[in-house]
């Protein structure tokens, strides 16, 4: 007798329990590794905001986040690139991008003896990634740099060794700026170097420069400043020498916003602009234009014109650039197509 | 009509009461689970790599192309890094560890063998990680700066020990590796060592010969297969080991013959790009690496085991 009544107990309070887990609306979602300090801020922050919504965020790489947004096993993906049109030609009804914050990518360098900032012309980084322009005082390099005594050792070349939305901004970049890369190397978030070392993520990029002496490596903007690192100044498509920040990065967007296409699945790398820094992309939220379970659909959207809005204001501490008016604007209408 | 139960059940009902016979079966569900295990693995990695072998064939084992843009991909930079490092980290480990072991088995005080072989085990535990990241600070200025310019003025004119030095590449891997796997070989050759009985050496000695003779002659050809294991053991840690070896190798999939240039393993590009591959043919590509590794993992074992028969028979005819 003793026992039953107990069994019911347990029963009765795991009921409780299940009760209280169906009032929340849990969202699962995955994808994208470098917004995932802002990401866990804002869901986190959200959760304040509508107590009912429980987001899950895992950070398993762009990659995982299409390919498991694709497979329907998340209720939202997240990405550094936008989806092809391949990728989406799989899905019944078009999914939506909606970009949530921007980085940029920055060279960073390690020369003994050279204290000053270097700057750098898209010509001279794409000739050193090509493995053409080989020794550090290559006349591309010298006369950019007047006044710097360049030395005449060998370049050693860092990259990316992972997968990674840095290394297709930036091979992205290099294709826009460089034909010869373009034809040769391409963009995507691993490519076939034609020269140099590689390592695993931001740290094993910076810890090889950092090391080696005359390496050159490529890192995303946030780290440099979380990291206090030195980096270099880069000449945008306008011909002004610009140094990253965050106000460059939102730049890049607001410059590129006039020429966007209505699904924001474009790249942002040498935009335009006088005052914008020419390696920068969006992150995105990749969202199902329909959703059929009434309480996920209302979170997502809730949560959705909260990033747009209070969420944005999270991102300058954390080291992301916030997206500019513009952008902001045009997502709102895009918010509407989610059935 | 109620039939008396057979006897045949009444003795199965009984040896299952003994127990015997349950625990027969337990452990017998157990063994086999290992094999359900590989065989799962083995169909799963098939399966999951048909459209890169329907696609290339056996051009993907012999290819040096690996590019995600054009989505041509080929496993032989990688087959070629993973055997090459796992050669130096074996022509370095062996014989230290053998001779370590020897040390502490037959001629170490027993303080001091019990000292040392609290430490070796220590070492083996450290996750590989941490082998990388010393190794990164560490073992690569090291060789960037003492070991590789060296080895290049000393024997530049060999191919293997030529080319620009960055610190990062094959010999480092190598050589990180050697040093994950000597704990290994350390601790079960001394193991088989120690296992040899009294006699042999007592036999050997009786005869005239000195410590060294004995121990050399006597004890370690009787260790011989508790060794050979050792070094399989070693061999298989270095064949999969991915984090430590993918933080000092350089990642750049080209086949170089110089030892001081950068390379890049299996399990180093399985665990770097398949977290962001995009589209089915790069991901299966990569599934299809494991395939590889795992084969070539048996090919290796394979001709171990070979090598062991062969020692084994010259062993016993001698006298």
């Not at chain 1, 003994?112 to 080989?134: C, D, M, N, S």
């Not at chain 2, 072989?117 to 060789?143: H, K, W, Y």
């Not at chain 2, 990642?251 to 170089?256: R, S, V």
């Not at chain 2, 390379?263 to 790009?273: F, L, V």
């Amino acid at each position: 007798m003793k026992k039953s009544s107990f069994w019911l107990g347990a029963f009765g309070a795991f009921a409780i329990l299940l009760m209280v887990a169906q009032a929340k609306v849990l969202i699962n979602a995955a994808g994208a590794t470098f917004p995932y300090p802002i990401y866990g801020k804002w869901f986190e922050e959200f959760a304040k905001v509508d107590p009912d919504a429980q987001i899950n965020y895992q950070s398993i790489g762009s990659g995982g986040g299409i390919r498991q947004f694709s497979e329907g096993t998340v209720d939202f993906g997240a990405s550094d690139m936008p989806m092809t049109d391949e990728q989406i030609g799989k899905f019944k009804s078009k999914p939506l991008h909606f970009p949530t914050v921007l980085g940029g990518i920055v060279p960073t360098y390690n020369i003994p003896g050279v204290t000053q900032e270097l700057k750098f012309t898209p010509e001279a980084l794409a000739g050193i990634y090509l493995g053409k322009i080989k020794k550090w005082n290559d006349p591309e390099l010298t006369k950019a740099n007047p006044g710097v005594k360049l030395p005449g050792n060998e370049i050693v070349v860092v990259h990316r060794s992972d997968g990674s939305g840095t290394s297709f901004v930036f091979t992205d970049y290099l294709s826009k700026v460089s034909p010869e890369w373009k034809s040769k190397v391409g963009a995507s978030t691993s490519v076939s170097w034609p020269t140099g070392l590689g390592d695993k993520g931001n740290e094993g990029v910076a810890g090889i420069v950092k090391q080696t002496p005359y390496a050159i490596g490529y890192v995303e903007l946030i780290y440099v400043l979380q990291n206090k690192m030195a980096y270099g100044s880069l000449r945008n498509a306008a011909g002004v020498f610009l140094k990253a920040d965050l106000e460059s990065v939102t730049e890049a967007a607001a410059s590129a916003a006039k020429s966007m296409p209505t699904d924001f699945r474009v790249s942002i790398t040498n935009a335009p602009g006088k005052k914008a820094y020419p390696i920068a992309t969006f992150t995105y939220l990749l969202i199902p234009s329909k959703i059929e379970d009434q309480g996920k659909k209302k979170a997502i959207v809730t949560f959705l014109h909260w990033m747009l809005t209070d969420g944005q204001k999270y991102a300058a501490a954390l080291g992301y650039a916030p997206l500019p008016k513009d952008v902001v604007g045009k997502e709102e209408k895009q918010i509407a197509l989610i059935q | 009509m109620s039939a008396p139960p057979p006897a045949g059940a009444r003795a199965l009902f009984l040896r299952l009461r003994s127990g015997d016979e349950v625990a027969r079966l337990i452990t017998l569900a157990f063994a086999s689970s290992i094999l359900l295990v590989t065989v799962g693995l083995v169909y799963q990695l098939w399966v999951t790599s048909s459209l890169p072998r329907h696609k290339f064939g056996f051009g993907f084992l012999t290819s040096s192309m690996w590019n995600p843009v054009t989505g041509q991909f080929g496993a032989l930079p990688f087959i070629y890094g993973t055997v090459f490092t796992s050669a130096i980290a074996l022509l370095i480990s062996v014989p230290l560890g053998v001779g370590a072991a020897i040390f502490l088995a037959e001629l170490a005080p027993p303080r001091i063998s019990s000292t040392f072989t609290f430490f070796i085990e220590l070492l083996a535990a450290v996750p590989s990680v941490i082998f990388g990241v010393l190794a990164i600070f560490t073992l690569v200025p090291l060789m960037r700066d003492y070991v590789e310019p060296f080895l290049k003025k000393t024997l530049g004119g060999l191919p293997i020990f030529s080319g620009p030095v960055f610190g990062f590449g094959y010999l480092t891997a190598g050589v990180i590796l050697a040093i994950m796997t000597l704990p290994f070989v350390i601790s079960i050759s001394r193991e088989a060592l120690l296992e040899v009985p009294t006699e042999q050496r007592e036999a050997a000695l009786a005869l005239g010969a000195t410590r060294w003779e004995s121990t050399w002659q006597a004890v370690v050809p009787y260790a011989r297969l508790g060794i050979f294991g050792s070094i399989f053991l070693g061999l298989a840690r270095a064949l999969g080991e991915t984090m430590a070896v993918t933080m000092v190798i350089g990642n750049d999939p080209t086949i170089h013959a110089s030892l001081f240039a950068p390379g890049y393993t299996i399990a180093a590009i399985i665990a770097n790009e398949f977290s962001e591959a995009t589209g089915d043919l790069y991901l299966q590509s990569l599934v299809e690496l494991g395939l590889v590794l795992f084969l070539l993992t048996i090919v290796i074992n394979a001709l171990a085991r070979l090598l062991i028969i062969a020692t084994t028979r010259r062993g016993s005819a001698q006298p």
